[in-house]
């Protein structure tokens, strides 16, 4: 089944490294849901690397620490391709397909998530690599069923998300926002979630990677 959950990070890469280069990060954040109290985003973590293979493809591998932690190997493997350069006020675009497999330590379940994200993005800084983003994040459901053998209903999950990424130097640091499963029921759930008319979930995540 999925869940609101599942999207642990940021937008892994948003426009193609150069190429030979690397990039190591670590994302934490997760939708907003009540908690001790009062609503906190999920504190979801993953790390992630990243490799320029060509100008415009780069290669990302990841690890969901959180889910490590609690018995749920989560491995993300996916490339990104630049269709278009930034130029001024024309934003650049990009598509980011990755593939998630999951696998938990009790009973082996396993899952596998295959995803396509599709970017446009603008360069904010003359001497620097800022930039900001929009995007929209599309999960795909494969399995026919979910839980106590219920019909699978949802097979596709999108989101939206906005992002800024501040590079002074080798160093990035990104701050984003997404509306997660926007018209899918987020009520009678373990947890409660914050969205729009008891459907979807706000998420806030921030990001920091450095480049090698």
């Known amino acids: 089944m999925i869940t609101f959950s599942l999207f642990c990070s940021t937008a892994r890469v948003v426009k193609p490294l150069p190429e030979k280069s690397l990039q190591a990060g670590f994302s934490l954040g997760g939708p907003l849901v009540d908690l001790f109290n009062t609503v906190?985003?999920?504190?979801?973590?993953?790390?992630?690397?990243?490799?320029?293979?060509?100008?415009?493809?780069?290669?990302?591998?990841?690890?969901?620490?959180?889910?490590?932690?609690?018995?749920?190997?989560?491995?993300?493997?996916?490339?990104?391709?630049?269709?278009?350069?930034?130029?001024?006020?024309?934003p650049g675009l990009s598509v980011y397909n990755a593939y998630f497999f999951l696998l938990d330590k009790w009973e082996w379940n396993f899952k596998f998530y295959p995803t396509i994200d599709i970017n446009v993005y603008w360069n904010t800084a003359q001497?620097?690599?800022?930039?900001?983003?929009?995007?929209?994040?599309?999960?795909?459901?494969?399995?026919?069923?979910?839980?106590?053998?219920?019909?699978?209903?949802?097979?596709?999950?999108?989101?939206?998300?906005?992002g800024y990424t501040y590079a002074p130097g080798k160093w990035m640091l990104t701050f984003?926002?997404?509306?997660?499963?926007?018209?899918?029921?987020?009520?009678?759930?373990?947890?409660?979630?914050?969205?729009?008319?008891?459907?979807?979930?706000?998420?806030?995540?921030?990001?920091?990677?450095?480049?090698?």
């Open 40 to 90: 906190i985003p999920l504190p979801l973590s993953s790390a992630y690397g990243s490799y320029g293979f060509s100008e415009n493809l780069t290669f990302t591998g990841s690890v969901g620490i959180t889910s490590l932690v609690f018995g749920t190997f989560q491995l993300e493997t996916g490339g990104l391709y630049g269709l278009i350069k930034p130029d001024k006020w024309i």
């Open 127 to 162: 001497t620097r690599d800022d930039f900001v983003y929009l995007g929209i994040g599309n999960w795909f459901e494969l399995a026919t069923k979910r839980g106590l053998n219920e019909k699978q209903t949802h097979h596709w999950l999108p989101s939206l998300y906005a």
């Open 176 to 212: 984003e926002a997404k509306y997660l499963a926007p018209f899918i029921d987020n009520q009678n759930k373990v947890i409660t979630y914050h969205g729009i008319n008891q459907t979807g979930a706000f998420g806030t995540y921030i990001n920091i990677a450095r480049n090698f």
